[in-house]
């Protein structure tokens, strides 16, 4: 089982969604920001390392929001989805072919990875009002 951290990261009453490469695995379908923790991190460090490789942004990480284990026909992940607010910097696409600042009401439009689809139930279920912190 691999560990892979993911960062809810607000702004307004939106959300950041990102779109993976279509080169790999689940290309082109939606995601959070996020990826592998490392040998010797913490889940918070490989959250803040990611992001920063990813986005070239510096974050805050908060609260978990929830965790998911998923199986993959590859792979079995199993996700902690931290809250967090971008502290430094605005998000780039260093590593996605696109990344969109989307509300809960517009999930749906959005094809994401398997192993989100439980995430996004749970945001819809709160209506898009989030707690930070």
Do not use: G, H, N, Q
């Given at each position: 089982m691999i560990e892979v951290v993911a960062?809810?990261?607000w702004q307004d009453q939106r959300f950041l969604a990102c779109q993976r490469p279509a080169h790999k695995a689940r290309g082109l379908l939606w995601e959070f920001v996020g990826g592998k923790v490392e040998a010797g991190?913490?889940?918070e460090e490989a959250?803040?390392?990611?992001?920063?490789?990813?986005?070239a942004v510096t974050v805050e990480v908060g609260r978990v929001f929830m965790e998911v284990t998923h199986t993959y026909p590859d792979v079995t992940v199993h996700l902690t989805l931290f809250h967090a607010t971008v502290a430094e910097g605005e998000p780039q696409k260093l590593e996605h072919r696109d990344i969109r600042w989307i509300t809960v009401e517009e999930v749906d439009e959005y094809a994401f990875c398997p192993?989100?689809?439980?995430?996004l139930e749970r945001l819809k279920q709160r209506g898009g009002h989030h707690v930070s912190g």
């Open positions: 960062a809810l990261i991190e913490t889940k959250l803040i390392r990611e992001c920063r490789e990813e986005l192993a989100d689809e439980e995430i």
